[in-house]
């Protein structure tokens, strides 16, 4: 009995480490929330490929992908990137391939890319998810919006609040 009460007291403490007023670091949350759709590509691909439109710009975005972040062993830096392209993209990539790794360095400051390979492929058709969202009582929106009132930047407070809104849908 006292070694479950020691264990029970162990997972509290775990939890308030992790939070602060009720809130939950994010840093505590992103990786497990990351490992399913990344595997074991990690948090710099992750990043890298989350980003990839900002990096390359809008136009080569969409029209190329990262497929694979290559470190050599042992090393956390001068990483190859594999890149997935049309053949017109491709040909851009090539062109832009200092531009480009000057982009993505600087965009995790530091040297994390010295060399782009890029495969000359179609990208592959985009599933499009459909989120069905659980309907939100009255008494929940006023809540959300009670709890960002007090934020004075506008268009913050409003980006809050529909964060909060889309947080319980989901949740219902």
Do not use: C
């Not at 509290?12 to 009720?22: C, F, I, K, P, Q």
């Not at 997935?84 to 491709?90: E, L, P």
């Not at 889309?166 to 219902?172: D, K, N, W």
């Amino acid at each position: 009995m006292a070694a479950e009460d020691d264990k029970q007291k162990i997972r509290v403490l775990e939890r308030r480490e992790a939070s602060t007023y009720g809130l939950t670091a994010v840093a505590t949350i992103v990786p497990k929330a990351t490992k399913k759709a990344l595997g074991t590509k990690g948090l710099a691909f992750g990043a890298l490929a989350l980003d990839w439109a900002a990096i390359a710009g809008p136009d080569l975005g969409a029209r190329t992908l990262p497929e694979k972040f290559a470190f050599p062993k042992g090393q956390r830096r001068d990483a190859t990137l594999t890149v997935r392209a049309g053949s017109a993209a491709a040909l851009e990539v090539q062109h832009m391939q200092s531009v480009l790794l000057e982009r993505i360095n600087t965009h995790f400051g530091y040297s994390a890319v010295a060399r782009i390979k890029i495969i000359q492929a179609p990208l592959p058709a985009t599933k499009r998810k459909t989120v069905r969202s659980k309907p939100v009582g009255p008494a929940r929106l006023e809540g959300i919006a009670a709890a960002v009132a007090g934020i004075e930047d506008e268009t913050l407070r409003e980006n809050l609040r529909r964060l909060g809104e889309a947080i319980a849908a989901e949740r219902g």
